[in-house]
């Protein structure tokens, strides 16, 4: 019993346990725990600042995809499916076709916005003498709605930030651009009150929210390319045009983009869920 007890006392007192350094053979820099030992048991000499070596970074941030963007929620967009966005744009050719002499000047797609604020998702096509609005079904791959609308009838291009009434209780943030080709004056009210008119005489529009997923959506979904190609195809057009329903000429304006809706509960509802896109919505069953 008296050698186990000293036993225990040996072990309890760490007896017999000695430091060891990991040095390597050949290796003649201190550690650093004995540089650190050293430097205490030297109080006389002034202590030097410590140097810490650090390797350089070779992190390496890319603007495709963007860092900030979550891949899971792009890939609920039916539009960057693989094929779906060229499948559009050659069904769109051959509507074209049907209208020879036409010239196609580029695709876009971007978000239109409108007269009750609520979002869907378009792809427009600019010819030397058309605008082509294109209402497309990117799960079944098919268009949907094609709306015409001759270049020589734009008068007006407004640039600017989205404001609301003051009472409004839907608004929304960010800029956009807004189309006229007819008159407001001769806007009847039931269609500026009817959420699903078509006779509204302006198209307002913005950027599309997976402009970020790829160079090549970076390209067609922002407003700072699509804009120059379309006043310049409007300008054209002008020149050219000879009909009755030729304009003076076109306005480019930088103001604020008025989107008169005060109750706003339809947009909220279809803006927040994001009704007006070709989304996957997960499985319903039971």
Known sequence: MACEAEKMSKIGSFEGFQPVSLKQEGDDQPSETDQLSTEEGDPGKDPEPSRISRQPSVTESTLYPNPYHQPYVSRKYFVTRPGAIETAMEDLKGHMAKTPGETIQGFWLLTEIDHWNNEKERILLVTDKTLLICKYDFIMLSCVQLQRIPLSA??????GKFVFPGMSLDKRQGEGLRIYWGSLEQQSLLSRWNPWSTEVPY????????????????????????????VAAIQNAHKNSTGSGRRKGLMVLTEPILIETYMGLMSFIGNRNKLGYSLARGSIGF
């Open 154 to 159: 734009v008068y007006r291009i407004c640039l």
């Open 203 to 230: 198209a307002t529009f913005t950027e599309h929210p997976m402009k970020y997923t790829s160079e090549k959506f970076l390209e067609i979904c922002k407003l700072s390319g699509f804009t120059p190609k379309l």
